[in-house]
């Protein structure tokens, strides 16, 4: 989420004011240094220094607050699939309510980041997190509006999961009617408001978060000392990567707990969270995550709008300097003093006019440094390969927990775990050896190049063993593998004929002997119910059953898949690919540092975040979920409408949601290899210019000699 490094340098109003505030600081700070602004204060109480004019108090609660902000921005991808099967959305919907935050961000990031320093930028950041706490509450209300979730469809005067699964004799007729019973205009306008919630949240979760992060790293960056600002962003940085995987954590301890923990029946339930009706307390995580980032937008309403230049580290390092180097004369000490304001000079153009201009005049000014911007091969090959990498993390923070749950028959709560211990600390770890290779190997654009090359291309390799690491969907009576198609009653094998089977139930049983899934008991004629008390748990099982040999009994719940134990190896190269995408990372940033003029640095880092989200942020969670629905062999029918997806074909699934990754993983492979040979091209060229002298030069040199040659013979 390192999305907008610095974007006060390429705006208006941080140039203004950090041409004015040091110097100022500079002055003032003589007299003024231990009172809490910087101003001499009349009150003798305000002499004594605040806390809230520390630097490095600010970085504590910015790491706090950025933490909490991602733990909510990653919650609802660790609860996707929760959440479809609670409201009944397919995959596309879902990848749509998933990236639908990055709407507000984009939308509002650049005329955010034109305010720049004109406002009081902690309070602003304290305001963006009042509206993610907002936006968090919003996502809990479709569960306090919607009816208490039914795992079956039974009256609310009868007792969930009893008799209303099972084979009775009697006409179809009235099976249909009960069926359609629930279906009226309330219930779909009910059902639209709940997602219209939904994607509102998601819009405002998209809208507070846009001064969090550019206006925290500008006020870090302003006030601190030069040299102690890399370090505060380097902490920043390192607290708020940990953010997605305590989302995916939290994810993993709320989907255990049922989802009307708040409203439990009478007779309690007979569902474990291995049953495929089990549906987690997805919103007991967005409490949580709102009341977090509540708790840590407090401080920012009692900081100031500026605060002194940190001056305690100069001193330190100074005296540092005076003992170990040799000393330094006045003209050099002076010169190295006037660097930082020498560098601010050296402003891209559109940064020296922004003071002067209008927010109209911003965007009239803005495209043509766009497009001036884009021009640039490296730049652009550069932007591509993050967008192809972007894409690629995007489609598997989003859907990987869904396709594990399906591919390997475990429980959301442990798909989660997985992640958050395994994917996540390992691609931080990769972001970290990245930096480490460019920064004590000291690497240049072409090793840069090399580095990336060389990650992306393991990370593919790696990635190949994924598609055969499955297994086939196990046989489902009267569901045809072939998607698309919706089975009928008359599909059903003739042993059930005279049940009247509602179309729209789903209870799962399963005939161990013969690995043989039915979609209610009723589909496998199972006329009684048994219930099996254990210690810690109850089992229900089905008896009588004209279509399982032996009549039964048969456990309730969806078969196991037959190649579960291979969920950790395909783990472990999901998470061992990841560390190697995120090795690319550094270098590649070092890349467009590197690679754009000096004046156009900061406003390339902007435009290269900008369209990673436009890109790959936004469009890939719902390319991913309209691949995945694409593999669905049943649909669950909600008042004649397609819900969520009841079954997959688990070869397709894999085959599409892995090829769609290997897809986006050689489109960055390639433009990586591009790259380097466009470097290696550049220093050709380079190293050519080098060797041949130039024509000019070459007759001066020849004209010196000649009138040197009499003079030696007249010696």
């Not at 439990?264 to 995580?285: C, F, H, Q, Y």
């Not at 559109?350 to 927010?359: E, F, I, R």
Request: charged fraction near 15%; charge should be positive; include cysteine.
């Amino acid at each position: 989420m390192a999305s907008l490094l610095r974007p006060h340098n390429w705006v208006p109003g941080p140039v203004g004011e950090e041409l004015q505030v040091p110097d100022k600081d500079a002055k003032a700070m003589v007299g003024t240094e231990d009172t809490p602004g910087g101003k001499a204060s009349p009150n003798p109480q305000n002499l004594r220094p605040s806390v809230f004019h520390s630097i490095k108090f600010f970085v504590l609660c910015h790491s706090l607050l950025q933490l909490a902000q991602l733990m909510m921005s990653g919650y609802l991808k660790s609860s996707i699939s929760t959440v479809e099967k609670r409201f009944g959305l397919s995959s596309q919907t879902s990848g749509l309510l998933a990236a639908f935050n990055e709407v507000g961000n984009t939308a509002l990031i650049v005329f955010v980041s034109y305010f720049g320093s004109r406002v009081h930028r902690p309070r602003l950041i304290g305001c963006g997190a009042i509206l993610v706490t907002l936006a968090g509450v919003l996502m809990t209300v479709p569960h306090f509006i919607s009816e208490p979730y039914r795992y079956d469809h039974t009256s609310p005067d009868m007792p969930q999961d009893f008799k209303a699964s099972l084979c009775l004799l009697s006409t179809k007729a009235p099976a249909s009617a009960s069926s359609n019973s629930s279906c009226s205009s309330y219930t779909e306008v009910r059902h639209l408001a709940v997602v219209g919630i939904m994607f509102t949240a998601q819009t405002l979760l998209g809208v507070g978060g846009v001064p969090i992060q550019p206006f925290g790293i500008s006020y870090i960056d302003d006030f601190a000392h030069n040299s102690n600002s890399p370090l505060y962003l380097g902490i920043l940085f390192a607290v708020t990567m940990m953010g997605p995987g305590m989302s995916y954590g939290l994810g993993s301890l709320m989907l255990r707990l049922y989802v009307d923990i708040d409203r439990m029946p009478e007779g309690g339930i007979n569902l474990t969270s291995k049953d495929p009706r089990w549906v987690g307390a997805w919103w007991l995580g967005f409490l949580i995550s709102a009341g977090v980032v509540a708790l840590a937008a407090i401080p920012y309403f009692f900081f100031p709008k500026e605060m002194p230049k940190e001056k305690q580290e100069l001193r330190f390092r100074r005296k540092g300097l005076a003992v170990s180097d040799p000393p330094v004369s006045k003209g050099e000490d002076s010169s190295s003093e006037q660097s930082p304001a020498e560098s601010l000079e050296k402003k891209d153009n559109l940064a020296q006019m922004a003071p002067d201009l209008t927010v109209i005049q911003f965007v009239k000014v803005f495209p043509r440094v766009l497009l001036r911007t884009l021009r640039h091969p490296i730049f652009l090959l550069v932007v591509l390969s993050q967008v192809c990498m972007s894409s690629m993390v995007a489609g598997m923070a989003t859907f990987l927990p869904k396709f594990l749950e399906r591919q390997f028959s475990i429980t959301a709560s442990y798909a989660n775990l997985l992640i958050g211990c395994l994917t996540i600390p390992l691609a931080i770890v990769g972001i970290v050896v990245g930096g480490i290779l460019v920064k004590r190997l000291r690497l240049g654009p072409m090793h840069c190049g090399s580095l990336c090359l060389l990650g992306a291309l393991c990370c593919l390799i790696l990635s190949t063993p994924l598609f055969f690491m499955g297994c086939s969907s196990h046989q489902i009576a009267g569901i045809s593998h072939q998607p698309g198609t919706q089975p009928g009653l008359e599909l059903f094998p003739g042993c059930m004929e005279s049940c009247s089977c509602p179309s729209d139930d789903f209870n799962p049983v399963c005939d161990s002997s013969t690995r043989v899934e039915y979609i209610t008991p009723c589909h496998a004629g199972c006329t009684s119910r048994v219930v099996q008390e254990v210690p810690d748990k109850s089992q229900v099982f089905y008896t009588n059953c004209s279509c399982v040999a032996g009549g039964g009994p048969v456990p309730a719940g969806s078969c196991d898949s037959a190649c579960s134990h291979l969920v950790l190896p395909f783990m472990i190269l999901i998470s061992l690919g990841a560390a190697l995408a995120s090795v690319t990372h550094t270098p590649s940033f070092m890349l467009i540092l590197r690679g754009v003029k000096k004046e156009d640095k900061t406003l390339a880092v902007g435009i290269q975040f900008m369209l990673m989200r436009v890109l790959a942020w936004m469009p890939s969670p719902v390319i991913h979920g309209s691949a995945i629905d694409t593999t669905c062999v049943y649909w669950a029918q909600s008042c004649g409408r397609r819900a969520v997806c009841r079954y997959y074909d688990h070869d397709l699934l894999r085959n599409r949601f892995i090829g769609l990754q290997f897809f986006f993983k050689i489109g960055a492979l390639a433009c990586f290899a591009l790259i380097l040979a466009i470097l290696r091209q550049q220093d050709k060229e380079e190293k050519t210019k080098a060797t041949i002298p130039n024509p000019g030069l070459q007759q001066q040199l020849l004209a010196s000699e000649a009138k040197k040659e009499p003079e030696e013979s007249r010696v």
